[in-house]
């Protein structure tokens, strides 16, 4: 099977033989999912019903499975490996009306469906599909050519590209298998597969959509610094590799549609059945004393001709990511809403508070520096056991920010006695490195950033919820409050604890915990 790159928005292949049909049947139906139209257009003998059998099978999970052309019966039902298929053929058809009928929109609402003469009903399809036309190609065998609609191309131009970098990289063979997902809703993974067993991430982070203006005509995303394209994973991935840590080695990259296909550093976590096991997250918080005790460059190249400057961790940024406390967790959760008054004294008091870390000396906070993104590798030695994914939002700010996400886990609890241990250990490694080292101004900034983190959490928690259909997350909001009440004791943030207190007094039990610092 061969490629041809005539045209940008079409993905023109070659199949010279029964194989490559089959080929190209597994890697689209690796890309299908419930709710998906393909529709398979040519003339008679271009070869639709053969590849449909293909499609079928390698969506099945079964290469012997009979599948008789539905010429005569219309349509044609199967199980699925993720959802039911249904193989439609509308030659004998007059028109979409009498689809009606047949109960069409129910029947594949939550199915792939394969449709061979679309033209035929084209009224009564919807318009966001992908279509392979197929050919018979003057030197033989047959061509075909894969176009898609509506939000239906970004996913072809995607498979296109992703074609691309398997075939250069030597993982053209490999099976891709589904991982679960994270809490963002653009990015997603896949775990690549080599018959010899060798495995593969392939990271999919496509450009992030512009959302609406909130605030002075900018987009929350580009106010809280979050990355908009996965030249920032590329630059930040370097730049730690670079120090000696363990982030991925990326062997593959289409920057422009988001894809990556990088090392895969395995699944054993930092935390077992029983939490955090505590010699792996010392480990982890050696990382972290390694990083900020290193004079680190501001601009890292991401590729050729293109330098990310990591952005500053500003005052803008801080308070936005702040203020989704009362803008989703007060409503859903508590279930009020904010007065004006109250809302403008919470931002005054957070930016007060802030400023001193705004004006503090700044380091890389990778931002999302906690268990689900530290994977244990027993097989390295010193800090690259830990190994980092999940840096493309990655700042300039407090150090103090990522060791309270690490010592302050949103998804594990961390025992008080154990954060208080590696807080220690912080400590002293970080004096060894500069004997300037202000260990109770660091125990000042680690309050101040663990709420702010708390506070932002609980809002984004909410959101997820609310927003985004992902509940899951709320369980782990009693374990937020407690680190945010734990936080708030601290002396440095007893205005802000009284504006808490008045406001949501059930986030500050009246027995607080001593400040862990």
Not at 83 to 91: E, T
Not at 388 to 401: E, K, R, T, W
Not at 415 to 443: M, S, T
Request: glycine letters at 8%; a negative charge.
């Amino acid at each position: 099977m061969s490629d041809e790159d005539e045209a940008q928005d079409l993905w023109i292949v070659t199949l010279p033989d029964h194989e490559a049909t089959e080929r190209l049947a597994r890697i689209v139906a690796e890309e299908l999912k419930p709710g998906d139209l393909v529709t398979l257009s040519g003339g008679l003998g271009a070869g639709k019903t053969t590849l449909a059998r293909a499609l079928i099978r390698a969506l099945a999970g079964d290469p012997e499975l009979e599948v008789p052309s539905p010429t005569f019966t219309l349509m044609q039902v199967y199980d699925g490996s993720r959802s039911p298929i249904v193989h439609a053929d509308f030659y004998r058809l007059s028109g979409g009306y009498e689809l009606v009928e047949l109960g069409w929109d129910e029947m594949t609402e939550n199915a792939v469906t394969l449709v061979e003469w679309p033209e035929r009903a084209d009224d009564a399809l919807r318009e966001e599909r992908l279509d392979i036309a197929l050919d018979i190609a003057p030197s033989g065998g047959r061509v075909a050519t894969l176009s898609a609609t509506r939000a239906f191309l970004p996913r072809l131009l995607r498979l296109k590209a992703y074609r691309g970098i398997v075939e250069r990289c030597g993982w053209a063979d490999a099976v891709r298998k589904p991982m679960p997902g994270d809490a963002s809703v653009i990015r997603s993974y896949e775990r690549l597969v080599k018959p010899t067993g060798e495995t593969a991430l392939l990271m999919i982070s496509p450009p992030r959509p512009v959302g609406p203006p909130v605030r002075r005509g900018k987009p929350y995303t580009t106010i809280a610094k979050l990355a908009e394209t996965v030249h920032a994973f590329v630059a930040v991935d370097r730049g730690l590799r670079s120090l000696g840590l363990s982030a991925p080695e990326i062997y593959g990259e289409d920057l422009e549609t988001g894809l990556l296909l990088i090392e895969d550093l395995g699944s054993e976590p930092v935390i077992d059945a029983n939490g955090p096991v505590p010699e792996r997250y010392a480990e982890a918080t050696r990382v972290l004393v390694h990083l900020h005790g290193t004079v680190l460059p501001q601009v890292l190249p991401a590729a050729e001709g293109h330098d990310h400057s990591i952005p500053p961790y500003d005052l803008e940024a801080l308070l936005i990511e702040v203020e989704l406390l009362a803008d989703w967790y007060v409503p859903h959760i508590i279930g009020n809403q904010l007065s004006g008054s109250a809302r403008a004294e919470f931002v005054n008091l957070w930016s007060e508070v802030l400023g001193e870390i705004i004006a503090a000396p700044t380091t890389w906070t990778l931002r999302d520096f906690h268990s689900p993104n530290l994977i244990w590798m027993p097989e390295r030695e010193g800090l690259q056991r830990v190994g980092i994914i999940d840096f493309q939002d990655a700042v300039l700010g407090s150090p103090a920010y990522d060791v309270a996400s690490l010592l302050q886990d949103a998804r594990v609890t961390v025992p008080p006695e154990l954060e208080l241990k590696l807080i220690g250990l912080y400590a002293r490694e970080r004096k060894q490195f500069d004997r300037n080292f202000d260990v109770a101004a660091f125990a000042r900034a680690y309050a101040i950033m663990g709420t702010q983190r708390a506070t932002k959490i609980l809002g984004i928690f909410a959101r997820l919820d609310l927003r985004d259909g992902k509940p899951h997350y709320l369980k782990h909001l009693p374990r937020i409050e407690t680190y945010l009440a734990r936080n708030l004791a601290h002396p440095a943030l007893a205005k802000l604890k009284g504006w808490y207190e008045r406001y949501l007094p059930r986030l500050i039990p009246v027995d607080d915990t001593p400040p862990s610092s």
